[in-house]
């Protein structure tokens, strides 16, 4: 992307109405903007964030055999009454339209999800199967505060999956644990598995969190074993001991980023979703469900990577691959050359399928450039200017020192 023909989101001060640092960052960097308490625009930066965030994702969901679909986002008040979640979820957004109907925006979709299983559902040839999609959710939460980690309206991943018997569901939700450990590794992200309350049909549901000063989550863990549990189910305090491994316990705060659960019967029984067993006897579909918050991602990586320059996005979630500097001066000429030159470095990486950010831009100061550059935190910066001749200066975002390298180098190390 050539950014002189970009609008430029970026500004040198943090909005005043905003308290979280990542919605703070991002908006100074030019990736979101703020529409309202909780609820945030994504510019064309942040949208090729989420849109990474998104395909890692999708790519782990593919690969386990869910099957992508898309729900809507409005929903009939009768499928909420069934499972008595019209009055019981307090985060519900209601709708009443014109001729008075009641409808709600979707906060989560198993009131969606189980009608719609339920035609593919007769006997037990047709499970297990899993069904997920990324969509826009609502929730009336009372505190927005937190930037992208807690919006009104977000972007989720949510899959349903639907069973024979809890067996079969215990498998699969074993699948998926390993499945999200990978999605969060492949993110760049250490994200620890947590028990946290798991309602009425099963011990425990198991959250991923990602420790860090500013998430909303109160995480205990052992500071040498896997034990790790939200605060909601216990109570113990810094430096107690581990129930399961004796060494000392940690508090840390943390911030929830994938949530699964054990539906088991929870939204058949309302449903009246069922399948005929080997004998033809009716039996309950066993259900789970598992959410990533895939917003609330894009905020917890900007509030793990950066230093006080500015965001430091990790290589498979950053916009750009690379931001391409040019710096020209007072030397008409000269700026010609450096120009050409960069222009034909930015046309080859494009051909080798790099995605590249080039700032191209004339009257805008190095100084500024620079400091725009490291805001917006493109893992490596490349300068072309009369200093660096026919080379390359390159540098990574967390590197102190550039060095010059030749464009093959450049391209080698962008592949
Ligand atoms: P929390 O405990 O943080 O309120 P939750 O347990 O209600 O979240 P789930 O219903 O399990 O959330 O939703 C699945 C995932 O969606 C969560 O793990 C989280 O990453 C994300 N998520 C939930 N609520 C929000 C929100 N208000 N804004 C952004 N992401 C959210
Ligand atoms: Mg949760």
Redesign the pocket.
Known sequence: MIQSHYPSFTRKEAPKDEESYNAQILIRAGFVEKVMA?VYAFLPLGLRVLRNIEQIVREEMNALGAHEILMPVLSPKEQWQKTGRWDSLD?LFKLISRDKKEYALG??HEEVVVPIGQKAIFSYRDLPFGLYQIQT?F?D?PR?KSG?????E???K?LYSFHTTVEDLEIYYAQVLKVYKKIFTRLGLDAIQVE?SGGSFSKY?H??QVLTPNG??EIIHCEKCDFAQNREINESKEGDVCPKCQAKLRVSAG?????I?QLKTKYSTPFGLSYTDEKGEAREVQMGCY???I???M?VIAEVFHNEKGLMWPDAVAPFRAHLIALTGQDENQNKIIMERATRVYETLQKQNSTVLFDDRENVSAGQKFAESDLMGIPWRLVISQKTGEQIEIKRRDEQEARLISLEEVIEILK
């Open positions: 909780g985060v906060p989560t959710k929730r939460e927005a992208l980690l807690r919006g009104r977000f972007l989720m949510d946290a549901s959250e991923f909303e989550d911030s929830e980023v994938g949530n659960f959410g990533i918050g917003s609330r991602l905020g």
